[in-house]
C-alpha cells in the first residue's frame, strides 16, 4: 500500500500515467491483505506442498543434469552467468513452461523487476519497470494460452481458472515468475 501511494503521489506531480504499474501492484501477491491474500496464497501453497514438489523431481534433476552436462567441456566458468542464471532459466522454461526467445534481455526484466519494487524509487525506475512487467507479462499470458498440464504455471493456472479473473491469474503467475 505504500508503494501504491507513493506511485500515486509521483503520478499526481509529475503529471505521468502509471495506470499499469498500479493494477499490477493491486494485484501482485506480495502487496493483498486479509481475505484477498488468503484465499489467493491457499491456491499457490497446494502446489508448492511436498507431495506437489516431489512430483517434479524427476524433472529437476534432468534439467541439473543436462546443464551440469554442457558446462563439462569447459575448463573454468562463472558461477553466476553459466551456472545460476542458465538454471534459473531452464528451469522458467522447462518447469514453469514460459518460453523464454531472449535470455540475456529476460535476466535484466527480473533484476529491473526486483531491483525497482522498492520504496522512493526514481521515476524513471518506474518507468522502467512498468515497461519492464508489461513485457513479462506478454510471456506469461503466451504460456496460459497453452494450458499446458504439464507444467507447474500450466497447473497453479488451472487451479485458479474458476476462481479469479485471467488478468489476476497472470498477475500470480508473474510474481512467481520474478520470485
Known amino acids: ?9 509521483l503520478e499526481k506531480e509529475a503529471n ?8 499490477y ?15 489467493v496464497r491457499k491456491v499457490i501453497n497446494r502446489r508448492f506442498s511436498f507431495g506437489e514438489v516431489k512430483k517434479w523431481r524427476p524433472k529437476i534433476a534432468e534439467i541439473i543434469a543436462r546443464r551440469l552436462s554442457m558446462l563439462e567441456a569447459n575448463k573454468s566458468y562463472d558461477l553466476i552467468v ?6 534459473y532459466m531452464d528451469f522458467v522454461e522447462l518447469l514453469f513452461g514460459v518460453a523464454i526467445p531472449d535470455r540475456d ?31 513479462l ?8 494460452k497453452t494450458r499446458n ?18 488478468s489476476d491469474i497472470v498477475s500470480i503467475l ?4 520474478i520470485a
Open 137 to 144: 507479462e506478454s510471456l506469461v499470458c503466451k504460456q496460459i
Open 149 to 166: 498440464l504439464d507444467t507447474l504455471f500450466g497447473e497453479i493456472a488451472s487451479d485458479v481458472a474458476d476462481d479469479l479473473e485471467h
Open 82 to 87: 553459466n551456472i545460476v542464471d542458465p538454471l
Open 25 to 39: 501492484f493491486k494485484s501482485f501477491l506480495p502487496f493483498m491483505h486479509g481475505e484477498e491474500h488468503i484465499k
Open 1 to 9: 500500500p505504500v508503494m501504491l501511494d507513493y506511485i500515486r503521489l
Open 105 to 135: 534481455r529476460f535476466i535484466r526484466q527480473i533484476e529491473i523487476a526486483t531491483n525497482a519494487v522498492e520504496r522512493m524509487a526514481s521515476i524513471s525506475q518506474l518507468r522502467r519497470l512498468q515497461e519492464t512487467l508489461t513485457e
Open 16 to 23: 505521468l500515467d502509471f495506470s499499469k504499474l498500479k493494477d
Open 174 to 177: 508473474l510474481v512467481l515468475l
